[in-house]
């Protein structure tokens, strides 16, 4: 396994921007699909967005599409989670998550791996 640790998180007014890391530690980070997830208070964690092994596919949630864009750079063990136009209804703590299984990219149960998380507040 690997170890995850996001950050980036903070406070933005809506309509603003934030842009989310997270470093991963060990030589097989190429190895890993990795994903986005959220969770806000009382609610189940949700995925947001996922990105190939080799960065040329990414997926994302219908909620964030054409607003969010994940990428990775394999030579500094990063993913990051670029975040635009941001909405009251983005807040949330995001996670990190490594996947090594071909199971879907969408199902928390399939990511091996998961960081502590970074808290987003976007307020009105």
């Known amino acids: 396994q690997v170890q995850l640790v996001e950050s980036g998180g903070g406070l933005v007014q809506a309509g603003g921007s934030l842009r989310l890391s997270c470093a991963v530690s060990g030589r097989t980070f190429s190895s890993y699909t990795m994903g986005w997830f959220r969770q806000a208070p009382g609610k189940e964690r949700d995925f947001v967005a996922a990105i190939s092994r080799n960065g040329g596919s990414t997926y994302y949630a219908d909620s964030v599409k054409g607003r969010f864009t994940i990428s990775r750079d394999n030579a500094k063990n990063t993913v990051y989670l670029q975040m635009n136009s941001l909405k009251p209804e983005d807040t949330a703590v995001y996670y990190c998550?490594?996947?090594?299984?071909?199971?879907?990219?969408?199902?928390?149960?399939?990511?091996?791996?998961w960081g502590q998380g970074t808290q987003v507040t976007v307020s009105s």
């Open positions: 998550a490594a996947k090594m299984s071909v199971g879907s990219y969408y199902y928390t149960d399939n990511y091996d791996s």
